[in-house]
């Protein structure tokens, strides 16, 4: 069974910088780039970033120029840079595999920023 799990996750001050990492069990059978989601108390949640199995990365507009997004291929892993926080950023984040097959949410790691 794949199972995803999130970590990396704290409460800062806005300014600071935290980075997330998902790694994921199992043998996922197919997928076509792995994700970073954030859900903030009352919002839907959203895409913050993904990266494509080969490498390339696509950003939303808040996430631009402050988020990077990368993986490790041979741990199965991704991991979310984040840096110049604001108070906004505050969410649950979870990561994502995206393609044909659906794979379950992780838990989520919470980043709460305080201005």
């Known amino acids: 069974q794949v ?3 999130e970590s990396g996750g704290g409460a800062v001050t806005a300014g600071e910088s935290l980075t997330l990492s998902c790694v994921v069990s199992g043998s996922p059978s197919t997928f ?3 994700a970073w989601y954030r859900q903030a108390p009352g919002k839907q949640r959203e895409l913050v970033a993904s990266i494509s199995t080969g490498g390339t990365p696509n950003y939303v507009d808040f996430a631009e120029g402050r988020f990077i997004i990368s993986s490790d291929q041979a741990k199965n892993a991704a991991h979310l840079q984040m840096s110049r926080l604001a108070p906004e950023d505050t969410a649950v984040y979870y990561c994502k595999l995206l393609g044909p097959t659906y794979y379950n949410w992780g838990q989520g790691t919470q980043v709460t920023v305080s201005s």
């Open 3 to 5: 199972q995803l799990v």
């Open 32 to 34: 076509v780039a792995r």
